[in-house]
């Protein structure tokens, strides 16, 4: 279960985790494998596991891999793709029966949270539809909530995609994992678009996953709350690129 807004003070980063988690997407750069940019005439080896922010623990669904041209861990961000094995030219594994586009990027920070009745609240406002539309504009349609488990995803269908080859619908999920807020996005491609509830299944499955694998840092376990004011809201959701 989230934490109430009026909690906010004990993380102390609210919004700044709005700029720290959109530095961290790479927008088309960290999509090279769509146009084929992957290295190696045979193909990289599969790497199925990574690791962000020394704590948040990612294993890739079936028939994905790590697209380690897309990985950054440090203090230029926290972000890092996984794609079809296949599209990664990872020789002997075959395309997955769902295909699509993942993106898992985490702060450094300690996390922020809301209830899912007020994050809903938020993504529907204009302020939210600006922060969930890649051009940072208002134009975007919010289609979908859900909460489960302590997790809150959306479902937001922009004008058009930040890469020509994905649809221009996906799912932005948020948990708490290994004491950071951690952010995913599922997208599938145009020529191939991913059901609204298929997306939710799968955007679900991986967060809860990231959640179980993930551990909090030992010196954060009992660290005091932050007596940093108040932030808002819009400091959860960051932007897409």
């Known amino acids: 279960m989230f934490m109430q807004i009026s909690e906010f003070k004990r993380a102390g980063l609210v919004f ?8 961290c997407e790479g927008g088309q750069a960290g999509f090279g494998f769509l ?4 290295p190696g005439n045979d193909g990289p080896p599969a790497i199925r596991e990574t690791t962000l922010a020394q704590t ?25 793709v996984l794609a079809p094995c296949a599209a990664l030219k990872v ?3 075959e395309w997955p029966e769902t295909v699509a586009v993942i993106t898992v990027s985490a702060t450094r920070a300690g996390l922020p949270a809301a209830s899912a009745s007020e994050l809903e609240a938020f993504v529907t406002s204009p302020e939210g539809r600006g922060l969930l539309s890649s051009k940072g504009d ?6 979908a909530t859900d909460s489960r488990q302590g997790a809150f995803f959306v479902r937001v269908a922009e004008a058009e995609a930040p890469v020509a080859a994905l649809e221009p619908a996906y799912w932005r999920g948020l948990i708490a994992a290994g004491g950071r807020l951690v952010s995913l996005t599922v997208r599938g491609y145009d020529a191939e678009p991913l059901g609204a509830s298929t997306g939710l299944r799968m ?3 991986l967060a809860e996953d990231i959640r179980n694998e993930s551990r909090v ?6 660290a005091p709350a932050s007596d940093n004011s108040e932030e808002p809201i819009a400091g959860l959701f960051p932007k897409e690129e």
């Open 16 to 23: 700044g985790l709005l700029t720290a988690l959109a530095a």
């Open 35 to 38: 146009d084929g940019a992957v």
């Open 56 to 80: 948040v623990r990612i294993s890739a669904p079936s028939g994905y891999c790590v697209d380690t041209g897309s990985r950054r861990n440090g203090l230029n961000g926290n972000f890092v």
């Open 91 to 93: 020789p002997g594994i």
């Open 138 to 143: 208002a134009t975007v349609d919010v289609l």
């Open 203 to 205: 955007i679900a499955a």
């Open 217 to 222: 840092p030992l010196a954060e376990t009992d």
